[in-house]
């Protein structure tokens, strides 16, 4: 069983920055896949990044390449993402989630973190 919190939400301005933090608790919580979903008002959650257990690999959504970056700490409990350029489309709940490596089903969730760009 793992236990994810996101932290690090709030307002920001077009074209500015903000750094969200994701620490997985639990006794294999340094194994597992993470990721980042986002779900705007009125749309489907829809994914935004992910990163593999080990750190070494990441997938990220078209529309935030080249603008967003994950990553994990150390000793992979944590997970981050840094959101750079931010426009007011990217406005939403934030979510991560992991998984075990093994599978492809986002297993264990937490509860959201607001992000809202806006001037």
């Known amino acids: 069983q793992v236990h994810v919190v996101e932290s690090g939400g709030g307002l920001v301005q077009p074209g500015g920055s903000l750094r969200l933090s994701c620490a997985a608790s639990?006794?294999?919580?340094?194994?597992?896949?993470m990721a980042w979903f986002r779900q705007a008002p009125g749309k489907m959650r829809e994914f935004v990044a992910a990163i593999r257990y080990s750190g070494s690999g990441t997938n990220y959504a078209d529309s935030v390449k080249g603008r967003f970056t994950i990553s994990k700490d150390s000793d992979k409990t944590t997970a981050y993402l840094q959101m750079n350029s931010l426009k007011p489309d990217d406005t939403a709940v934030y979510y991560c989630?992991?998984?075990?490596?093994?599978?492809?089903?986002?297993?264990?969730w937490g509860q959201g973190t607001q992000v809202t760009v806006s001037s």
């Open positions: 639990g006794r294999t919580a340094s194994k597992y896949d």
């Open positions: 989630a992991a998984r075990d490596p093994s599978s492809s089903t986002w297993e264990y």
